[in-house]
């Protein structure tokens, strides 16, 4: 029998204990049925498996997100997947949790290394070939966050204020492919609200959208610690609560359901939800363990990471090199790289190979200096400056190798700013004017702005590479592989460009405004006409390729038609002397006056095709139905406006070879759509920057001065956080104590960072649940009292008589469990 054929055998209380973890990575098992728990664990690009808080197991650290999606590979990712499986199995894992696809809203979010793109098709494809390639070992994936889930600032309090279409169109967009296409064992709903409901309370997004619309089969889970209400978040659709918050949940649960607020048959439900997980998991889980060779991986690590840089600028003078050349390799991060973020994607790798020992044993004539102090980054230093100087002068060609701060890369803080280091910008500068033969080799997470453009023969931008960083970067600087990565997102001149500059952080409300709606990243960029350094969809080769002789199957299409589909077939063609790679982006544009705005263009396909020096090949792309639709809000449903269309065939989003003509048909009653041309005048020219509160909330829908607090009311309450508390003198005293604690802490940048958001960013009511209970909801009136500039003792009183409380909901079972403890773990 099926462990989720066997709740029927459950009393209500082991059902609900179902519901929340063991631990902070397991399930619960139930011991008198022989029902195991089964493992999740961290590492979307390598395992995080925790042995004790803090350490992790060894594993191999592959390249991030963002640079897998610079291989724009999907055979690639798949393979990754496939290998991270395997891991899993050697490591009794039945769950990895990942890939992560919220959209790069901003270049400041500090978990843009962790995503894929800017641009839902990209984003949904990369985690599909993911999921697939994980899953295909019989281990799970947690897709995530869900959903518009773009920033770290206050993210356990921010509210996702979107219209409809964008969610759909943008935020949701990659999520539906990837459930379609891969069906993920489980999916993570996030910490933010979207508009005025948490999402892990969020029925319109958990039952309706995902399991209704998209018909999502898994389990839900939350994010760790992200449930505000346990209740409201089981009756929305949340299956599990992690991490463990033990009899604390149980007993809430239980009250509910004697209230009648939950019923019997939602919590079977979600049960055998959490069980189905251990029959999926158990026949991989019981078998032996299969065994890996970590140094083979890492090679399978090095053959993904070679196809992810993106040559952003080539002059021809500097790359690929040759090994007699006498090459300068210049700055501290040639042998300290930056090669992964920290936070939950954080892996303590197996090995790491930096540039500047692989690129010694290459260059017989290779010299180096440092350039800069990496522990001093925001300064020059001069003695260091003048060293690089001479020795860039005193070579015929110069890798300068610069990077984002360690703590811009980082779960838990947001960026201040998309700028680099300064002794890095000017160590720039400087080594371009001694030599400029330069190729400056750049390592961020996300796009950065660049004012020394102009300066360098040529700019490599290899995101986070994993622990093969230097040997896969030599095999490109070396010429042994043309690099083939292309962009995930735009490079804007300056943040000041980007269309949500003024509402990129929660306002004094924890707001998040997307009022630049649909109009993100090159949408955006393109449809308003703003200039940037660097396209979406950029990259360059070592060679070059011509596209030639598009053909369309056919010139009309019908989407009222349920197979309704037309392939595009063109000739792609090696012209230059280099073996390579070139992906071909298929973009769709409204070549006729829509009643709704548009981007210029947007991508609905891409391929990713190699070829030999001279060769041929007849490329085919697929587009359906999907790639012509929008979301209509006035019909509450997918349409699509016909029209004449144009497929676009492009090199990059700017870099447009080919081009078709397409004339698209519907029977979408479209009459009672509202035209935006006159309703909505700044949003159908992208001109985001003149949108007013009114024209944003004529496309959001609805007055959001509804779900404002009273301005008046300046106590804070169990739902805000310590960063609210600015209003009393005892709220001031503990935010300044704990910042005092933070600063003063032997840790590095970027855990200080993750540490601070994460504290005083916290609303207090996670207060209980994380410590599971041991801080009861009467303890916590008295710590919001005391805060509010109550009275030091009445805040003690109240703590005290919670102290019952606590032990009788969770002290008192929890001794009981441990004399009668008996675990199954399988």
Same mark, same amino acid.
């Given at each position: 029998? +099926?462990?989720? #054929?066997? =709740?029927?055998?459950?009393?209500?209380?082991?059902?609900?204990?179902?519901?929340?973890?063991?631990?902070?990575?397991?399930?619960?098992?139930?011991?008198?049925?022989?029902?195991?728990?089964?493992?999740?664990?961290?590492?979307?690009? @390598?395992?995080?498996?925790?042995?004790?808080?803090? +350490?992790?197991?060894?594993?191999?650290?592959?390249?991030?997100?963002?640079?897998?999606?610079?291989?724009?590979?999907?055979?690639?990712?798949?393979?990754?997947?496939?290998?991270?499986?395997?891991?899993?199995?050697?490591?009794?894992?039945?769950?990895?949790?990942?890939?992560?696809?919220?959209?790069?809203?901003?270049?400041?979010?500090?978990?843009?290394?962790?995503?894929?793109?800017?641009?839902?098709?990209?984003?949904?494809?990369?985690?599909?070939?993911?999921?697939?390639?994980?899953?295909?070992?019989?281990?799970?994936?947690?897709?995530?966050?869900?959903?518009?889930?773009?920033?770290?600032?206050?993210?356990?309090?921010?509210?996702?204020?979107?219209?409809?279409? $964008? !969610?759909?169109?943008?935020? !949701?967009?990659?999520?539906?492919?990837?459930?379609?296409?891969?069906?993920?064992?489980?999916?993570?709903?996030?910490?933010?609200?979207?508009?005025?409901?948490?999402?892990?309370?969020?029925?319109?997004?958990?039952?309706?959208?995902?399991?209704?619309?998209?018909?999502?089969?898994?389990?839900?889970?939350?994010?760790?610690?992200?449930?505000?209400?346990? #209740?409201?978040?089981?009756?929305?659709?949340?299956?599990?609560?992690?991490?463990?918050?033990?009899?604390?949940?149980?007993?809430?649960?239980?009250?509910?359901?004697?209230?009648?607020?939950?019923?019997?048959?939602?919590?079977? =439900?979600?049960?055998?939800?959490?069980?189905?997980?251990?029959?999926?998991?158990?026949?991989?889980?019981?078998?032996?363990?299969?065994?890996?060779?970590?140094?083979?991986?890492?090679?399978?690590?090095?053959?993904?990471?070679?196809?992810?840089?993106?040559?952003?600028?080539?002059?021809?003078?500097?790359?690929?090199?040759?090994?007699?050349?006498?090459?300068?390799?210049?700055?501290?991060?040639?042998?300290?790289?930056?090669?992964? @973020?920290?936070?939950?994607?954080?892996?303590?790798?197996?090995?790491?190979?930096?540039?500047?020992?692989?690129?010694?044993?290459?260059?017989? &004539?290779?010299?180096?200096?440092?350039?800069?102090?990496?522990?001093?980054?925001?300064?020059?230093?001069?003695?260091? =400056?003048?060293?690089?100087?001479?020795?860039?002068?005193?070579?015929?060609?110069?890798?300068?190798?610069?990077?984002?701060?360690?703590?811009?890369?980082?779960?838990?803080?947001?960026?201040?700013?998309?700028?680099?280091?300064?002794?890095?910008?000017?160590?720039?500068?400087?080594?371009?004017?001694?030599?400029?033969?330069?190729?400056?080799?750049?390592?961020? @997470?996300?796009?950065?702005?660049?004012?020394?453009?102009?300066?360098?023969?040529?700019?490599?931008?290899?995101?986070?590479?994993?622990?093969?960083?230097?040997?896969?970067?030599?095999?490109?600087?070396?010429?042994?592989?043309?690099?083939?990565?292309?962009?995930?997102?735009?490079?804007?001149?300056?943040?000041?460009?980007?269309?949500?500059?003024?509402?990129?952080?929660?306002?004094?409300?924890?707001?998040?405004?997307?009022?630049?709606?649909?109009?993100?990243?090159?949408?955006?960029?393109?449809?308003?006409?703003?200039?940037?350094?660097?396209?979406?969809?950029?990259?360059?080769?070592?060679?070059?390729?011509?596209?030639?002789?598009?053909?369309?199957?056919?010139?009309?299409?019908?989407?009222?038609?349920?197979?309704?589909?037309?392939?595009?077939?063109?000739?792609?063609?090696?012209?230059?002397?280099?073996?390579?790679?070139?992906?071909?982006?298929?973009?769709?544009?409204?070549?006729?006056?829509?009643?709704?705005?548009?981007?210029?263009?947007?991508?609905?396909?891409?391929?990713?095709?190699?070829?030999?020096?001279? #060769?041929?090949?007849?490329?085919?792309?697929?587009?359906?139905?999907?790639?012509?639709?929008?979301?209509?809000?006035?019909?509450?449903?997918?349409?699509?406006?016909?029209?004449?269309?144009?497929?676009?065939?492009?090199?990059?989003?700017?870099?447009?070879?080919?081009?078709?003509?397409?004339?698209?048909?519907?029977?979408?009653?479209?009459?009672?759509?509202?035209?935006?041309?006159?309703?909505?005048?700044?949003?159908?020219?992208?001109?985001?920057?003149?949108?007013?509160?009114?024209?944003?909330?004529?496309?959001?829908?609805?007055?959001?001065?509804?779900?404002?607090?009273?301005?008046?009311?300046?106590?804070?309450?169990?739902?805000?956080? *310590?960063?609210?508390?600015?209003?009393?003198?005892?709220?001031?005293?503990? *935010?300044?104590?704990?910042?005092?604690?933070?600063?003063?802490?032997?840790?590095?940048?970027?855990?200080?960072?993750?540490?601070?958001?994460?504290?005083?960013?916290?609303?207090?009511?996670?207060? =209980?649940?994380?410590?599971? @209970?041991?801080?009861?909801?009467?303890?916590?009136?008295?710590?919001?009292?005391?805060?509010?500039?109550?009275?030091?003792?009445?805040?003690?009183?109240?703590? $005290?008589? &919670?102290?019952?409380?606590?032990?009788?909901?969770?002290?008192?079972?929890?001794?009981?469990?441990?004399?009668?403890?008996?675990?199954?773990?399988?």
């Amino acid at each position: 029998m +099926k462990y989720s #054929e066997m =709740t029927g055998q459950l009393t209500l209380r082991e059902q609900l204990s179902l519901l929340g973890g063991k631990d902070w990575w397991h399930t619960v098992a139930i011991p008198r049925l022989g029902i195991p728990n089964v493992m999740v664990s961290d590492g979307p690009t @390598g395992l995080r498996k925790e042995i004790r808080l803090g +350490k992790s197991i060894e594993a191999v650290c592959y390249p991030s997100a963002t640079a897998v999606a610079s291989s724009w590979d999907r055979d690639a990712v798949r393979k990754l997947g496939e290998t991270l499986g395997d891991e899993c199995l050697h490591e009794r894992l039945a769950v990895l949790l990942g890939p992560g696809i919220n959209i790069k809203r901003s270049p400041l979010c500090g978990r843009n290394f962790e995503y894929y793109s800017e641009d839902p098709v990209l984003a949904g494809e990369m985690a599909a070939g993911y999921i697939n390639g994980v899953q295909s070992k019989n281990v799970g994936t947690s897709l995530k966050h869900f959903a518009a889930n773009s920033t770290e600032t206050r993210r356990m309090l921010a509210d996702s204020i979107v219209d409809e279409r $964008a !969610l759909r169109e943008i935020y !949701l967009r990659g999520f539906e492919i990837a459930v379609r296409k891969a069906q993920p064992w489980t999916i993570m709903a996030a910490y933010n609200k979207i508009n005025g409901k948490y999402c892990t309370e969020n029925s319109y997004l958990l039952s309706d959208i995902l399991r209704g619309e998209w018909g999502f089969q898994g389990l839900v889970v939350s994010d760790w610690n992200a449930i505000s209400d346990r #209740e409201d978040a089981l009756n929305a659709g949340v299956d599990l609560e992690m991490p463990s918050t033990g009899y604390y949940s149980i007993n809430r649960l239980a009250k509910a359901y004697r209230n009648g607020k939950i019923d019997a048959e939602t919590v079977e =439900t979600s049960a055998k939800r959490v069980l189905d997980l251990a029959d999926k998991s158990l026949p991989n889980l019981k078998a032996a363990a299969p065994d890996f060779d970590m140094d083979e991986h890492h090679q399978i690590a090095r053959e993904l990471a070679v196809g992810c840089p993106v040559l952003l600028k080539n002059g021809g003078n500097v790359l690929p090199l040759n090994s007699a050349d006498k090459v300068a390799v210049i700055g501290a991060r040639a042998k300290d790289p930056v090669y992964q @973020g920290a936070g939950s994607a954080k892996v303590n790798a197996h090995t790491v190979d930096t540039p500047y020992d692989f690129l010694e044993r290459e260059l017989s &004539g290779m010299t180096y200096a440092a350039g800069y102090d990496i522990k001093h980054v925001d300064s020059p230093d001069a003695e260091l =400056t003048a060293e690089a100087v001479a020795v860039a002068t005193a070579a015929d060609k110069v890798l300068l190798f610069v990077s984002c701060r360690p703590e811009d890369v980082c779960e838990g803080a947001d960026r201040k700013d998309m700028t680099l280091p300064a002794a890095m910008n000017q160590a720039v500068i400087d080594i371009c004017k001694a030599n400029p033969n330069t190729a400056v080799i750049l390592t961020t @997470g996300s796009a950065m702005e660049l004012p020394w453009v102009d300066l360098p023969d040529t700019i490599l931008q290899t995101y986070l590479l994993g622990e093969v960083y230097g040997s896969a970067l030599s095999d490109i600087l070396m010429g042994r592989v043309s690099p083939s990565g292309k962009l995930p997102e735009s490079y804007p001149k300056s943040i000041q460009d980007t269309p949500c500059l003024a509402d990129y952080q929660p306002d004094k409300n924890s707001n998040l405004i997307y009022k630049e709606s649909i109009f993100v990243g090159y949408r955006y960029y393109e449809t308003s006409g703003t200039e940037v350094t660097y396209p979406f969809g950029h990259g360059l080769s070592y060679t070059t390729f011509e596209y030639s002789d598009p053909v369309l199957t056919t010139k009309t299409l019908d989407t009222s038609k349920e197979d309704a589909k037309v392939v595009l077939k063109f000739n792609l063609t090696n012209t230059g002397s280099y073996d390579g790679a070139e992906v071909a982006q298929i973009y769709v544009a409204a070549n006729f006056a829509s009643l709704v705005y548009r981007p210029a263009k947007e991508l609905k396909n891409f391929v990713k095709v190699f070829l030999k020096a001279g #060769e041929t090949k007849t490329v085919e792309v697929e587009l359906d139905r999907h790639a012509f639709e929008y979301f209509s809000t006035e019909l509450d449903a997918w349409a699509v406006e016909p029209g004449a269309y144009r497929i676009l065939v492009g090199s990059s989003s700017q870099d447009i070879r080919l081009s078709q003509d397409l004339d698209v048909a519907s029977a979408d009653d479209l009459d009672y759509e509202i035209d935006y041309r006159s309703a909505t005048p700044n949003y159908y020219a992208a001109n985001i920057k003149a949108v007013d509160e009114d024209e944003f909330l004529d496309v959001l829908g609805y007055d959001l001065n509804d779900y404002l607090p009273d301005p008046s009311e300046k106590r804070v309450t169990p739902y805000d956080c *310590i960063e609210d508390c600015t209003n009393s003198d005892h709220g001031w005293k503990v *935010i300044n104590l704990l910042n005092t604690v933070f600063d003063l802490a032997p840790v590095t940048e970027d855990l200080r960072a993750m540490a601070k958001e994460s504290v005083l960013g916290a609303p207090f009511k996670r207060m =209980t649940t994380a410590s599971g @209970g041991l801080i009861s909801d009467t303890m916590l009136d008295g710590i919001v009292h005391y805060l509010n500039d109550g009275s030091l003792g009445q805040a003690i009183q109240l703590i $005290a008589r &919670g102290v019952p409380e606590t032990a009788k909901v969770v002290l008192i079972p929890k001794i009981k469990d441990m004399l009668n403890k008996k675990d199954v773990l399988e």
